[in-house]
């Protein structure tokens, strides 16, 4: 079946770090994935829509500059958490569709980042 | 814009039949799909409808009317290990999904 691999699972770093978590289509070419963000008891939020060989498609709210998107290739998009902040303490999960928008949504196993 | 609704919490005992339904508003539709999330994990796909009309897989089935903008997620012969948040998403357009809140589901022996 489809799988979406997505690194580090996990993250603990200082105030001011940039992060970078990778999301990857394993086997099936994907070109738009999505970004979600969790909150604890919450439900997910669209971040982004990660666009291959253009730019991300930032939903309302969330600061582009703050979480850039790469989507270089057709199997990896990645989210770059720029001077993260205590703030920005969230599990990240990306999803991608084998087949169109008429498909269900596979995730990622997500990314716990915690900053100090 | 899109919103959904779904109950907030569910509990039943093991074995028993559970049926957790989802309403929609939405300005594009694709299709209607189910997660189970545990704890600390990430969104598990469960099942997915297009069309109206039921689909089944393994002891879990959905529904989807279109007409009524409505949906639901059975589940049977419950287990303990099927306790977890159980979220409705709507693929809508550009392929963006929206969640609901999420329906937490408790199965007691």
């Known amino acids: 079946g489809a799988v979406v691999s997505q690194h580090p699972s996990r993250v603990i770093c200082k105030s001011g770090t940039s992060v970078k978590i990778e999301c990857r289509s394993l086997?099936?070419?994907?070109?738009?994935m999505f970004w979600y963000r969790q909150f604890p008891k919450q439900s997910l939020m669209l971040m982004a829509t990660?666009?291959?060989?253009?730019?991300?498609?930032?939903e309302q709210g969330v600061e582009k500059d703050k979480f850039l998107i790469n989507h270089a290739s057709l199997t990896l998009s990645t989210l770059t958490v720029t001077s993260a902040h205590p703030e920005d303490s969230s599990f990240y999960i990306c999803?991608?569709?084998?087949?169109?928008?008429?498909?269900?949504?596979?995730f990622g196993d997500g990314t716990r980042l915690s900053i100090l | 814009g899109q919103s959904l609704e779904q109950p907030s919490e569910v509990t039943a005992v093991e074995g028993a039949i559970v049926q957790i339904n989802c309403t929609y508003q939405t300005s594009g539709f694709y299709g209607l799909s189910w997660y189970q999330q545990h704890d600390g994990g990430a969104p598990t796909f469960l099942s997915y409808?297009?069309?109206?009309g039921l689909e089944e897989t393994g002891r879990f089935s959905s529904f989807l009317s279109r007409s009524d903008s409505y949906g639901y997620l059975l589940l049977q012969e419950l287990q303990m290990k099927d306790s977890a948040s159980y979220f409705c998403?709507?693929?809508?357009?550009?392929?963006?999904?929206?969640f609901g809140d999420g329906t937490t589901l408790t199965v007691k022996p």
């Open positions: 409808n297009g069309l109206d």
């Open positions: 990660s666009n291959e060989g253009s730019k991300a498609t930032y």
């Open positions: 086997d099936f070419q994907a070109t738009t």
């Open positions: 999803s991608a569709s084998p087949g169109g928008h008429n498909q269900p949504q596979h």
């Open positions: 998403a709507v693929r809508g357009r550009a392929g963006k999904s929206t």
